[in-house]
């Protein structure tokens, strides 16, 4: 198992300035350092994919920053480098005998699109695997590209590398001690696995301990409930390995934040100790459930304020799920229904019984908003800002933690939890429409 370090000095709060990075190259050899915060262009394809040996990798890493350094006509160049970043992608049916080179296709375009912004705001040794471990015959190839970006103002260019794998077969199910090699040393290490994990497998075991983080988006792995229990079980069993996150997760932060903006005067807290009932409605996003992300969004609140769940009370359909939590001095019925296409939605009934309650409500869309009405006062409504949704946006926001989140890891445990009772309810499938 990789040790731990402690890598405070590679995160950064949301909006605070990019940490340090390690440089090298002609302009860190002559003392130029590192320059950040300026703005930058368009990425410069200095360097196409190139074939290269896997065993060589280093001087091979050598000879392309080499040969980018001489052509650059002694304006210089920096190579950066503030983590390391697996992507994982798997295949499980053999769709061809040979490995396609990179940018053959449009899904492969689009990853390299995400990867250039990625390292856009992450300067990082991108570790790309495409891999197909059913393949009948053991086959490894790997590639090097490099983007460049030239600030603005400055001839210099800023540069990251990007190895990619295609492996088939019998190297596909052993890439543990080729990527181990690989690895920028003495920086975090981040697995973001494309589509649904092999949970419980011994390769998906071996490639997290290889990692400070392993990333994945439960909203389009497949089956979202199949999947939360199952990263649940991988976060409980972690323990110093790899802690989890979630890009379903990431984004609900304007949810989460509209949540809380109705409880920021200290007058209203009380009223979270007063709540009779939460509802929430999930949609569907390019054809993937949301209840993933309803349940997340029960079980913050949950875990926020102490509630934990009854399991006899909980009755389920494919499409909905009610239960009771026990919140210590009374009893919260919670809903999770089907609304309509797009995000999801909350509302709260708060107060005591015989008194007109106060509701809130945290509305669907790219800007969520929120509104709290008390009795006896005028509506009180918070805007809501746009959201992040896109997949290279939320992937950088998980990039900026290299260590676990105690309030993401607790929310994942209970709706794990959840997920699992409302699968039991269904017969041990997520049902439900599409």
């Not at 509630?307 to 919140?327: F, Y």
């Not at 909350?346 to 790219?366: F, N, Q």
């Amino acid at each position: 198992m990789r040790p731990r370090k402690d890598w405070n000095s590679t995160s950064r709060e949301p909006g605070g300035r990019p940490p340090p990075m390690t440089c090298c190259g002609p302009t860190a050899a002559a003392g130029g350092g590192c320059e950040q915060g300026l703005p930058v262009n368009t990425p410069l394809p200095l360097a196409a994919g190139r074939t290269v040996d896997v065993a060589a990798m280093e001087e091979e890493l050598r000879r392309l920053w080499r040969d980018m350094g001489e052509g650059g006509g002694g304006r210089g160049m920096m190579r950066a480098c503030v983590l390391n970043l697996i992507i994982m992608s798997e295949k499980t049916a053999v769709q061809d005998e040979s490995p396609p080179s990179p940018g053959g296709d449009p899904e492969d375009r689009e990853l390299t699109d995400l990867v250039a912004a990625i390292t856009h705001e992450h300067p990082c040794r991108v570790i790309r695997v495409d891999a197909r471990p059913e393949a009948p015959s053991s086959h490894l190839q790997a590639y090097l590209s490099a983007f460049c970006r030239r600030p603005s103002g400055s001839e210099r260019q800023l540069c990251c590398e990007q190895i990619t794998l295609r492996a088939d077969g019998e190297a596909a199910r052993h890439l543990h001690g080729t990527l181990a090699a690989l690895l920028a040393a003495d920086l975090p290490v981040f697995l973001w696995w494309r589509g649904r994990p092999p949970f419980g497998s011994h390769r998906l075991g071996r490639l997290a301990d290889l990692a400070d983080r392993l990333i994945l988006d439960t909203a389009s792995a497949g089956d979202d409930l199949e999947t939360l229990v199952d990263l649940a079980a991988f976060s409980g069993g972690a323990g110093d390995g790899a802690a989890p996150g979630d890009l379903a997760w990431r984004r609900l932060t304007r949810w989460r934040e509209a949540t809380a903006s109705l409880f920021d005067p200290a007058a209203r807290r009380p009223l979270l100790t007063a709540v009779q009932s939460l509802d929430l409605r999930w949609g569907t996003r390019s054809g993937h459930p949301g209840r993933g992300q309803a349940l997340y969004l029960a079980a913050w609140l949950a875990t926020r304020l102490g509630w934990r769940p009854r399991p006899a009370t909980v009755h389920a359909s494919g499409d909905d799920l009610s239960l009771e939590m026990d919140a210590g001095t009374h009893v919260v019925r919670v809903r999770v229904q089907r609304g309509g296409e797009g995000d999801p939605s909350l509302s709260l009934v708060m107060g005591d019984h015989g008194h007109a309650p106060a509701t809130a409500r945290i509305g669907p869309g790219e800007a969520p908003w929120a509104e709290l009405n008390l009795p006896g006062q005028p509506l009180w409504r918070w805007p809501g800002q746009p959201g992040v949704t896109g997949t290279a946006q939320l992937l950088a926001r998980e990039l900026e933690f290299p260590r676990a989140d105690p309030v993401f890891a607790a929310a994942l445990a209970l709706a794990g939890e959840l997920a699992k009772l409302w699968r039991a309810q269904c017969g041990g499938s997520g049902g439900g429409r599409p």
